[in-house]
């Protein structure tokens, strides 16, 4: 009944051809305005004079990225250890954390620019604060779901609490912790370009910004693309490690 | 008792640290809380910015346009998808990889293709809704047993009947849920949208107070903006309970 894995696959590239295709054919025959949504080829022919611009922006912004993921991970996952292990104080505070987390933190946005001006700093917090929070809220919950009686039975043998930390309770987290890294980079790089669009100087969010303000379609794409791929490479890589982990575990 | 003493504790600390630190350091950058309310006062006045209402109105109606377009072409995807199983297993995949990318990465040819105004705005909360609301829609119903469909079949069950009475109640539970999580998604994706550029709506008056260092109008037109997003979560909270015990 179901198709097996290389028709899935054949089926894939025949509709990303079709669709290709179809989009080249409806450019052409002048369908849609070419400023607008220029064909496939004048994106391609676009890529040789974007392109070393392009990797530029985009190294840029996968630094900060890099620093935010590194900030939001460490961040949160010492804020998960802390709220998850004091009980009392987690279940007082957890409606502002649950708050926090859901506010659209674009509204800070200028705020904070106005205090970090433009630049990198600006986007480096912006994408901490956007990777913290999940990371934080999954690691949180992971601590607090350490199974009870490891904990006991730990202490009774007589664990000190640093090795109840390291021994019990961090082994049983690391699959939540690396569920939360996977779910955080896309965070992280979504708050950097943000800033990026509104307040940069530099990278991606920038430079698109920059194309889409000078008409420049088949540049924007060509940015749009490489981003996405880059993008979804990294998501596909943690997943890759995230398996092996798992298979190893 | 206790908690909620504990809890109001730490809001009134937190904004008597916020005033001593605003005025310690500059009233103008941090903005006091003694000096946001008489701003938010000025802001529900009509004094500071007397077009308010009108646009408050145009990002409600934004949100309302993107989320209903996210609802209808989402549960339409996601019922494709989830009903004809190649399809599924064909554009599941894509879909996925897709929603890996971080969406503002499309907003700037939104902003080219639709201009300035609320259809930009629109396409782009349709867009960050659309994603939760698809996959939710197939995660639900490859969650609902294929036996009780096949007994509803055996039992000479029409396809319409098969799909109101046994699996929408299935998948009922994390549909709502990616309901909930696409309408919160489309707020914020006509909330980031119209900072990002826009000439009318809650995120231009946002943008007007900052660009002209009115921190304390900005301020409170955050708190403003704020408010309908809460409202709206709680509205959707509200409907998701009640789904939720409507399976139960």
Same mark, same amino acid.
């Given at each position: 009944m179901t198709p097996g894995r290389a028709r899935v696959v054949g089926l894939q590239l025949a509709s990303v051809l079709v669709v290709v295709a179809a989009w080249e054919g409806l450019a052409r025959a002048g369908w849609v305005d070419a400023l607008f949504v220029p064909a496939p080829s004048a994106v391609a022919l676009s890529v040789p004079s974007v392109g070393r611009e392009a990797v530029a922006a985009l190294a840029d912004t996968l630094a900060k990225t890099a620093v935010a993921y590194a900030l939001s991970v460490v961040l949160g996952v010492a804020a998960g250890l802390v709220l998850g292990s004091a009980r009392v104080f987690e279940s007082t505070v957890r409606p502002f954390v649950i708050a926090l987390y859901g506010m659209p933190k674009i509204l800070v946005l200028p705020w904070i620019v106005l205090l &970090? /001006?433009? /630049?990198t700093a600006p986007a480096i917090l912006y994408g901490t604060l956007h990777g913290f929070f999940p990371v934080a809220v999954l690691v949180t919950g992971a601590v607090r779901d350490v199974d009870r009686h490891l904990l006991t039975v730990a202490r009774s043998f007589g664990a000190r609490p640093l090795q109840l930390y390291l021994k019990v309770i961090l082994p049983a987290i690391v699959p939540s912790v690396i569920a939360a890294m996977r779910l955080g980079v896309v965070f992280c790089l979504l708050g950097v370009l943000v800033v990026e669009m509104f307040a /940069? &100087?530099?990278?991606m969010g920038s430079l698109m910004g920059a194309f889409a303000n000078g008409f420049r379609a088949p540049e924007l794409f060509a940015a749009t693309a490489l981003v996405s791929a880059a993008s979804i490479a990294i998501v596909l890589g943690l997943d890759a490690v995230n398996d092996r982990l798992s298979r190893w575990r | 008792m206790r908690v909620a003493l504990a809890r109001a504790a730490i809001v009134a600390v937190v904004l008597l640290a916020w005033e001593i630190a605003a005025r310690v350091g500059s009233p103008l950058l941090y903005v006091p809380p003694s000096a946001a309310v008489p701003a938010l006062r000025d802001l529900l006045l009509l004094?500071?910015?007397? $077009?308010l209402p009108e646009n408050l109105l145009i990002t409600t109606r934004e949100i309302v346009v993107a989320y209903g377009l996210a609802v209808a072409a989402g549960l339409a995807v996601g019922f494709a998808l989830g009903l004809y199983r190649t399809l599924g297993r064909v554009y599941g995949p894509m879909l996925a990889a897709l929603y890996a !990318?971080?969406? !503002? !990465?499309?907003y700037p040819s939104l902003m080219l293709f639709f201009?300035? $105004?609320a259809a930009s705005k629109i396409a782009f909360g349709f867009l960050l809704g659309f994603f939760p609301i698809t996959l939710a829609t197939l995660a639900g119903i490859r969650q609902v047993n294929p036996q009780l469909v096949t007994v509803a079949r055996a039992f000479g069950a029409r396809p319409a009947t098969v799909f109101v009475k046994v699996l929408v109640p299935g998948m009922l539970f994390t549909l709502v849920g990616g309901l909930r999580t696409g309408l919160a998604l489309s707020v914020v994706g006509v909330i980031v949208g119209e900072i990002l550029g826009?000439?009318?709506?809650m995120g231009a008056l946002i943008n007007h107070a900052y660009g002209l260092l009115r921190t304390a109008d900005y301020v409170a037109l955050v708190v403003v903006t704020l408010v309908v997003v809460v409202a709206t979560d709680a509205a959707a909270s509200l409907l998701e309970r009640r789904a939720r015990r409507w399976t139960e």
């Open positions: &970090l /001006g433009y /630049g /940069g &100087l530099r990278g | 004094r500071s910015y007397p $077009d !990318v971080p969406a !503002v !990465v499309w201009g300035l $105004d826009s000439k009318a709506g």
